[in-house]
Nanobody, 119 residues
């Protein structure tokens, strides 16, 4: 069974940085390397929103509200996708989730990792 486990969430000050990781278990490196991955987030009382995505080729796309501040990347040898978050803002406070959105494992979600940004 494929599982995604996020980590790296923490309390940070505005202007600070955090790096989130998402490790996929139960799938081969080959399967992971052809999977498109994405990060979403959900703040209290808000709907889950798309943050960034990366294709199997490494093509990246970002939501306007994180463009220039966040960077998504992947390490296929480690079955891991990352989200480097710089210049954090209080409005970035949310639970961050990773997901697979292509291939046979599409629709798999992790349990999330909490990011809190203080002003």
């Amino acid at each position: 069974q494929v599982q995604l486990v996020e980590s790296g969430g923490d309390l940070a000050q505005a202007g600070g940085s955090l790096r989130l990781s998402c490790v996929a278990s139960g799938m081969t490196n080959t399967a992971f390397s052809v999977a498109a991955m994405a990060w979403y987030r959900q703040a209290p009382s808000n709907q889950r929103e798309w943050v960034a995505q990366i294709s199997f080729k490494g093509t990246t796309n970002y939501a306007d509200f994180v463009k220039g501040r966040f960077t998504i990347s992947r390490d296929n040898a480690k079955n891991t996708v990352y989200l480097q978050m710089n210049n954090l803002k209080p409005e970035d406070t949310a639970k961050y989730y990773c997901t697979i959105f292509s291939g046979v494992y599409s629709g798999t979600w992790g349990q999330g990792t909490l990011v809190t940004v203080s002003s």
